[in-house]
Structure formats: C-alpha cells, structure tokens
C-alpha cells in the first residue's frame, strides 16, 4: 500500500501475511460505554502465525537482504515474540538470528515462549539484566562477523525506522477500511506499546491518511524510554527514511497525535496485573487467545478510561505468536 501511494519508492517489501487483518465490533465483559472495534493483528503472518512482528519483518527482511547482511543480532526479554518471529521468519528466508536474552518475570506464557526460541535455530545469549546484555552486545557482534561482515543490529521489537514502516501501512490499511464502510471512523487507537515502533508507524501512518485519531499507547516496558517525544522521534525518523528512498514529503505529524500512559505497566516489563489478568479471562470468554503482558493491559486501560476517549475506540489486537 506504500508502493501504490509513493509509486518510485526505493523500499523493498515482502509480503508475508494476509491483508487486510479484519476489523469488527467488539463487546467485552468489563468494558463499558465505549463504542469498541477491535482490528485483528495476531492473524497476520504466515499460516495466521505471527502477529504485529511480522508487519516489521515484511520491510526488515528485504532491506536485511539489500544490505548483503546474512546474520540478524536483536534483543528482548526470555519470552520475546519478536526474537521468536525474527527467528522464524529469518531462518526461511536464509539468515541467522543471534538473540540476547534478559531474564523477566516466568510464567506459563514465558516459559512455553522460551521453549519455542530454543527450538527457533537462533542462537540464543541470555543475560541477568540489560545493563549486563549492553555490556555483552560488542562482543557478539564481533562473533558472529562472518566474511568481514557484521550482522545486522535491529532493536528490541524490530523498532527501527523499517520496521515501523510496518505499521505505516497498517494505519493506510485502516484508513481505507474506513472509506469501504467496514469500520467508523476512529477517534482514538489503542495499542500496547512493548518498543514503540507500532505506536510510532500507526502515528505517521494515520496522518498520511489524512485520518485524525489518536494514537494511545498503553507502555507496558519499564526498560526503554517510550515518551510520546521519543516515539514521534522515531515516527519523524520514518518519515524521513520515506523521503530518502523516493517518497514526496517532507511530511509533518504533530507529536500531540500521540499520548502514553504507564498507568497499567504494573511493577515492571512482563508482570502481568490483576487487570490485565481479568481482561484476557475477559477476552477467552469472548473467543479471544490473549496474554496478560501486553494485549490484556491495553484492554486494561480501555476497560477504565475508554469511555473518556474520543471514539470510536479501535483497539489493534497485536497478541503475538504462539
Ligand atoms: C503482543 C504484542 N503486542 C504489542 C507489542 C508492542 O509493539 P511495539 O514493540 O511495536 O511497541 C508487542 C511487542 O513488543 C507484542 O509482542
């Protein structure tokens, strides 16, 4: 959909999930007075396999190819589902994945996530603490150059300006669903926001579209510096990636489309909270699979504050893979 709107840009892409991802009305136990949407990330992805990481993939793994790079390095926490999309896709489509670990709170959800990682093919690092992972990273990236070549560093969550291209093109996806009828207009999106780039490409994406909702995203990582500044540093940073691969710009995106709250974070990255618990039992009764680390504190949040936010209310159900 970038392609059809910046005809020329100089971005490869590689198609891995099925779109449009569907948009329909939700009821959710808990959730009142608010006219709730919900569109459906965690099919997205081959097979319905993947969730959110892959909308980032589609535009890290051709530029990952572009740049001659044959090992992808990233990071996250002992249940990430970036590393273990990163893993995956990375591994059918001929890379290697390195992946430093850092310990956060073991659930079942965790756990069943670690498992698969170490069945992923990626090598895996596992570190005490962030500040113990940075010190490490220098090190393996120089172990794992091959042929003079370095792998490539994607951050936490595939946020960098590619894979925010990701949800760029979700936000035009969501625009055009609003001019075929499937969906009304939103006044508020909401998100979890794990390393910002879906908060950031939904930004930057809604106001190409022309669309004026709002982006809120329920931060749910202690460990990065998820401000609205710092997200619309990464959306500005996108915009400018567009422009110099061929896009007519400049673009202009008002930081005040974005608003974070920590109010549901909980005590840290990956505990989950009784809120957060209540809105996943919440989501099985209504025959939605959801985990109490992201998806079930931003429903969390709409649950308390929805009828508050502009609406329509759309919330992206980005539950990862499984
Ligand atoms: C299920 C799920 N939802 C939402 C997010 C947040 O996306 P982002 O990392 O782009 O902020 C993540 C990852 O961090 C995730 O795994």
């Given at each position: 959909?970038?392609?059809?709107?910046?005809?020329?840009?100089?971005?490869?892409?590689?198609?891995?999930?099925?779109?449009?991802?569907?948009?329909?009305?939700?009821?959710?136990?808990?959730?009142?007075?608010?006219?709730?949407?919900?569109?459906?990330?965690?099919?997205?992805?081959?097979?319905?396999?993947?969730?959110?990481?892959?909308?980032?993939?589609?535009?890290?793994?051709?530029?990952?190819?572009?740049?001659?790079?044959?090992?992808?390095?990233?990071?996250g926490g002992i249940g990430t589902h970036w590393g273990l999309a990163c893993a995956r896709y990375g591994a059918e489509h001929g890379f290697r994945t390195?992946?430093?670990?850092?310990?956060?709170?073991?659930?079942?959800?965790?756990?069943?996530?670690?498992?698969?990682?170490?069945?992923?093919?990626?090598?895996?690092?596992?570190?005490?603490?962030?500040?113990?992972?940075?010190?490490?990273?220098?090190?393996?990236?120089?172990?794992?150059?091959?042929?003079?070549?370095?792998?490539?560093?994607?951050?936490?969550?595939?946020?960098?300006?590619?894979?925010?291209?990701?949800?760029?093109?979700?936000?035009?996806?969501?625009?055009?669903?609003?001019?075929?009828?499937?969906?009304?207009?939103?006044?508020?999106?909401?998100?979890?926001?794990?390393?910002?780039?879906?908060?950031?490409?939904?930004?930057?994406?809604?106001?190409?579209?022309g669309l004026s909702a709002r982006v809120f995203g329920v931060v749910v990582n202690d460990t990065l510096d998820l401000s609205a500044p710092a997200l619309a540093g990464l959306a500005s940073r996108t915009a400018e990636l567009l422009v110099s691969r061929g896009a007519a710009g400049?673009?202009?995106?008002?930081?005040?489309?974005?608003?974070?709250?920590?109010?549901?974070?909980?005590?840290?990255?990956?505990?989950?909270?009784?809120?957060?618990?209540?809105?996943?039992?919440?989501?099985?009764?209504?025959?939605?699979?959801?985990?109490?680390?992201?998806?079930?504190?931003?429903?969390?949040?709409?649950?308390?504050?929805?009828?508050?936010?502009?609406?329509?209310?759309?919330?992206?159900?980005?539950?990862?893979?499984?």
């Amino acid at each position: 959909m970038l392609h059809i709107r910046f005809p020329g840009l100089d971005l490869g892409h590689m198609k891995l999930g099925a779109r449009p991802t569907p948009v329909r009305p939700l009821a959710l136990d808990g959730i009142e007075g608010v006219d709730l949407w919900v569109k459906d990330e965690s099919v997205f992805g081959d097979g319905g396999w993947g969730g959110n990481k892959v909308r980032k993939l589609e535009w890290i793994l051709p530029e990952a190819k572009r740049r001659g790079v044959r090992t992808l390095f990233t990071v996250g926490g002992i249940g990430t589902h970036w590393g273990l999309a990163c893993a995956r896709y990375g591994a059918e489509h001929g890379f290697r994945t390195v992946l430093g670990l850092v310990d956060q709170p073991v659930d079942d959800h965790v756990r069943e996530q670690l498992a698969r990682l170490q069945a992923s093919g990626a090598e895996l690092h596992r570190y005490p603490t962030p500040a113990r992972l940075r010190l490490a990273a220098p090190w393996l990236m120089a172990r794992y150059a091959g042929d003079w070549r370095l792998p490539w560093y994607l951050p936490a969550g595939g946020s960098n300006e590619f894979g925010t291209l990701g949800y760029v093109e979700t936000a035009l996806e969501i625009a055009k669903q609003v001019a075929h009828g499937e969906l009304p207009e939103p006044g508020t999106v909401v998100v979890p926001v794990g390393s910002g780039g879906t908060v950031a490409g939904l930004a930057l994406g809604l106001s190409l579209a022309g669309l004026s909702a709002r982006v809120f995203g329920v931060v749910v990582n202690d460990t990065l510096d998820l401000s609205a500044p710092a997200l619309a540093g990464l959306a500005s940073r996108t915009a400018e990636l567009l422009v110099s691969r061929g896009a007519a710009g400049p673009f202009t995106m008002s930081e005040d489309c974005i608003t974070v709250s920590n109010d549901w974070l909980g005590s840290t990255y990956g505990d989950p909270t009784p809120a957060s618990v209540t809105m996943v039992e919440a989501g099985a009764r209504a025959g939605l699979e959801l985990e109490p680390v992201y998806t079930g504190k931003a429903l969390a949040a709409i649950a308390d504050i929805g009828p508050q936010l502009p609406g329509p209310v759309l919330w992206l159900n980005t539950h990862g893979p499984r």
